[in-house]
């Protein structure tokens, strides 16, 4: 593994997003990583002051820790781009793509990536009649960790139609993503950017042990198991590498994205489905990308060091291309 110099590297985390504290363990879990190898760590909690504080800071390097709105949207990454200062993980157009679910779709199914049907509504109309034939998901079309997703069932709690002051995400969110429920598996898998390009990690299995895998199973100690590698039959699991390692290209993710999977195992190849690509996955002590780097021989500190190194291969490969463009 490639020595990384040491940096001065401003840790990204915080903000005001939904997945604030997810992003601050995530952000104090790299910039303790860091500084353990020796390297000069600014911890900023973004505010709105975030620009300021950050050319104050003068880093080497921007490790994008944050979560979710403004930090894994486009925003921050345009911010940085402006700055000229080189940072962690996806630019500005994947991450713009990536956060919206029908972005995605568009970005990948023509190129064989299956995923689920579905379409977006309008939370009022839910109130009128279902979208979709029962059972299906409900979910905000730019938001991540399972923020906001209901399962509609007929045994469930949601009458037909949805009563308006039922608790659910039409509450919080204008539009919706409707999809059809895929009964089975949750699946997930990471990949990190090299010198030699993405390569996919391994499958890991979510096992909730009450529910569904939304915001609370991902994040609370003990309420998931990890089946990490997942117990799958081998083509299963060469399709889950090969679709993550494409929605990785076809994205344009670097650093490291982890991409989400459900899969009906009684349709065996058929019943595999991307839900999502995360361009910024978490880096807790819960996070699956460090979890399934560990299987693969790296360290947490090894991967935070390689996501590092990535990015600043990337700036200086643009740099130059600018120069010679110029």
């Known amino acids: 593994m490639t020595t990384l110099a040491k940096q001065h590297v401003c840790v990204l985390m915080g903000g005001w997003a939904n997945e604030r504290e997810v992003s601050l363990m995530s952000g104090n879990g790299v910039a303790d990583a860091l500084e353990e190898r020796g390297h000069r760590v600014t911890r900023l909690d973004m505010g709105r002051d975030v620009a300021a504080r950050i050319a104050e800071a003068s880093p080497d390097v921007v490790f994008n820790a944050l979560h979710g709105v403004p930090g894994e949207d486009g925003t921050v990454q345009g911010m940085l781009d402006l700055m000229g200062i080189p ?9 713009v793509i990536a956060i919206d679910k029908e972005l995605t779709k568009q ?16 939370s009022a109309d ?21 923020v906001g997703v209901a399962i509609v069932t007929d045994d469930g709690r949601y009458p037909d139609p949805i009563p308006s002051d039922a608790e659910g995400p039409w509450q ?15 699946l997930t898998t990471a990949v990190i950017d090299g010198p030699d390009g993405p390569r996919a990690l391994a499958v890991t299995e979510l096992k909730p042990k009450a529910g569904f895998y939304d915001f609370a199973a991902k994040y609370t100690d ?19 590498l090969q679709y993550a390692t494409q929605a990785h290209r076809l994205l344009g993710c670097r650093g490291t ?18 839900l999502e690509t995360n361009t910024q996955p978490g880096m807790t002590p ?10 693969c021989g790296m360290s947490y500190a090894d991967l935070v060091e390689a996501i590092v190194a990535e990015a600043l291969r990337f700036h200086s490969a643009r740099d130059g291309e600018g120069r010679r463009d110029g």
């Not at 970005?107 to 309008?122: D, E, F, N, S």
């Not at 979208?131 to 299906?136: I, Q, S």
């Not at 003990?222 to 889950?240: K, N």
């Open 87 to 95: 940072y962690t993980h996806s630019g500005l157009a994947t991450s």
């Open 107 to 122: 970005a990948l199914v023509p190129h064989g990536v299956p995923m689920p049907g579905g379409r977006v509504v309008k």
């Open 126 to 146: 839910l109130h009128d009649s279902d979208p979709l034939p029962r059972p299906y998901v409900l979910k905000p079309v730019n938001e991540g960790s399972s």
């Open 172 to 186: 919080q969110f204008e539009t919706l993503l409707a999809e059809p429920f895929i009964r089975g598996r949750e």
């Open 222 to 240: 003990g309420m998931t198991e990890h089946v990490c590698p997942a117990q799958l039959p081998d083509e299963i699991t060469a399709l889950c």
């Open 257 to 274: 994205s982890r991409t989400d999977f459900r899969w009906d195992d009684e349709q065996g190849e058929d019943g595999l489905f991307v």
């Open 286 to 295: 819960l996070s699956l990308v460090p979890e399934q780097a560990l299987l």
